[in-house]
Nanobody, 125 residues
């Protein structure tokens, strides 16, 4: 079993930045793909970014390319999401997840078995 705890969310002005962190416990996640997803009010959960087991491969949703950066520190069992140039449309609850079945990056929400409880990101316009 893997437990994930997100942190770093909050209120930010449009154009500002936040860095989200996701700390894993229970087992090492260094062999698995990790991902970030978000869910805005009234909408379905959507893919944001994913990173392979060693950080060698990353993939982003078109809506965040050039603005968000996913990274990981396997020594700390932690994955990060650096969010720059935030827009009101980015406001959502952000979730991190780990895919036990995949070592490479995965964009499908169904590929992820374990999820954190999310951290709220609010962007003022």
């Amino acid at each position: 079993q893997v437990q994930l705890v997100e942190s770093g969310g909050g209120l930010v002005q449009a154009g500002g930045s936040l860095r989200l962190s996701c700390a894993a416990s229970g087992r090492t996640v260094s062999s698995y793909a990790m991902g970030w997803f978000r869910q805005a009010t009234g909408k379905e959960r959507e893919f944001v970014a994913t990173i392979s087991w060693n950080g060698g491969n990353t993939y982003y949703a078109d809506s965040v390319k050039g603005r968000f950066t996913i990274s990981r520190d396997n020594a700390k069992n932690t994955v990060y999401l650096q969010m720059n140039s935030l827009k009101p449309k980015d406001a959502a609850v952000y979730y991190c997840a780990v895919s036990i079945r995949n070592a490479q990056a995965a964009v499908d929400v169904t590929a992820y078995a374990y999820w954190g409880q999310g951290t709220q990101v609010t962007v003022s316009s």
